[in-house]
């Protein structure tokens, strides 16, 4: 990626030293505080605070040449002049992208894009030196710098794809061009912008819009939407699931409690057991995705089943620790309907009393209420015995939970609960802690790691 081709792929204009030219650039980066050496730096423009302030301190970090909306006076190095950063990033990936050997996997779904993702790396690793999306990187400005992180020894990327309205999906999948397609469900997501499953169902399948031609696709066949699609460029999926006989399917399976839970899966005439150290029903789903991959790239079930049982959650995402005396669920980095109760009948399934600290889910729509009342009912019928609602939406979860729960608790804020949280928890707690990421809830678990 040297100056000139980046000029060329992202229709800019170059201005500096002729001789920089053919210089490669190292990395890219958007943060300003993480350049390094010979990296190229976008300077994004936000509500606050503007990229572009801070090139002359990147230059000083020594960055090889920066991107640039604005016309620069005398700055310390080369810079590319863009009518728009944003597309310039996605321009720049794609070309990359066309460079590239590495086989890309593309994820999306309504629930569980990053729980999949990670088990599908944790198997891949077995045998591959694989690449994957870090945090919330699944964006248009993430992906595109997630595919910007490629290099020589990376073997495949497993990449996230999340959106939230129409032609999103095929901006991200002209970036990613995936040579495996995996879709987890179709759920109550987005909806603000979607409309209803349907409208997500459709926004989602973008994606094989831009995916290679031979490309592998796997399906969750338990989903009544995704068993609809019946080929993508002349290519039968690949179903995986539970509830429905499909070629990828969990035959058996019991609860380990917090510690996970216990399988026999059957890949076509094969089977094999293992043991998902992760909790939850929905983690088999994810596993029976990373299974049909691993097999597609011949892994051997001895190798799969090791990557299986080193898979680990990551921050915010049905990550486990002990701290004051009580076992935390942090899973709050976002939150829809289905995720909100796929977590409570994780916590349904362990011993001794059960606290649930539920927020507002965002991007709802015109049924935002409903959709709320109906977490409620599912934290009765998980039998729950204390629940915490924090938000101005969560009132319709306090208000459904009410009726089948004792101890049913409601704050308008986040600040308002955080001042008397320790009322209401004990030693010997089992506590989940999910809403929308918009809700902050991080503070909660901040507070509770520190020990009084």
């Not at 080929?231 to 969990?250: K, L, S, W, Y």
């Not at 998902?276 to 789903?285: A, D, E, L, N, Q």
């Not at 691993?294 to 090791?306: C, N, Q, V």
Request: hydrophobic residues 40%; aromatic residues 8%.
């Amino acid at each position: 990626m040297t100056l000139e081709k980046i000029a060329a792929c992202t229709n800019g204009k170059y201005i500096g030293d002729e001789s920089l030219k053919q210089k490669e650039i190292q990395g890219v980066e958007k943060d300003s505080r993480l350049i390094e050496k010979d990296f190229l730096y976008l300077p994004f423009a936000g509500a606050r605070v503007d990229g572009h302030d801070f090139i002359p301190d990147v230059f000083e970090k020594g960055a090889l040449a920066v991107l640039s909306e604005k016309t620069l006076d005398n700055p310390a190095g080369p810079y590319i002049l863009v009518s728009s950063v944003a597309q310039a990033l996605k321009d720049m990936a794609e070309y990359y992208r066309s460079t590239l050997d590495c086989k890309i996997i593309g994820i999306t779904g309504s629930v569980g894009k990053t729980s999949t993702k990670e088990m599908i790396a944790s198997v891949l690793s077995e045998k591959f030196h694989v690449l994957k999306t870090e945090g919330n990187y699944n964006n248009e400005i993430g992906m595109p710098l997630t595919i910007l992180k490629i290099r020589k020894q990376h073997e495949i990327a497993v990449i996230e794809m999340g959106i939230s309205d129409f032609e999103e999906m095929h901006r991200l999948s002209k970036v990613a061009r995936p040579d495996i397609c995996v879709i987890t469900n179709i759920g109550t997501c987005h909806l603000e912008n979607l409309g209803d499953r349907d409208g997500v169902f459709r926004a989602k399948t973008e994606m094989f819009d831009y995916a290679q031609k031979d490309c592998f696709v796997v399906l969750n066949g338990d989903d009544d939407k995704l068993r609809q699609v019946k080929e993508v460029h002349g290519n039968v999926p690949v179903f995986f699931g539970i509830e429905t006989d499909q070629p990828v399917r969990a035959l058996e399976y019991h609860t380990n409690g917090i510690l996970g839970t216990g399988v026999k899966i059957k890949y076509y005439n094969d089977e094999f057991d293992t043991v998902i150290p992760v909790p939850g029903f929905h983690m088999i789903y994810n596993t029976l995705a990373a299974v049909a991959i691993g097999a597609h790239f011949s892994m051997s079930f001895p190798e799969i089943d090791r990557g299986i049982r080193k898979m680990r959650t990551i921050s915010g995402r049905s990550n486990i620790f002990q701290s004051r005396g009580m076992t935390v669920i942090d899973d709050c980095y976002n939150a829809n309907p289905m995720s909100m109760k796929a977590a409570l009948k994780v916590l349904s399934e362990v011993s001794g009393r059960k606290v649930a600290i539920l927020g507002d889910m965002f991007e709802l729509g015109e049924n935002e209420k409903a959709l709320h009342c109906e977490v409620g009912e599912a934290a009765a019928d998980a039998q729950i015995d204390v629940v915490i609602c924090v938000g101005t939406l969560a009132e319709n979860i306090a208000h459904a939970a009410k009726k089948g729960i004792g101890e049913v608790y409601y704050f308008p804020t986040k600040e308002a609960f955080e001042t008397q949280m320790e009322t209401y928890l004990k030693k010997g707690d089992t506590v989940l802690i999910k809403a929308s990421n918009g809700m902050k809830f991080h503070s909660i678990v901040e507070n509770l790691m520190q020990e009084p």
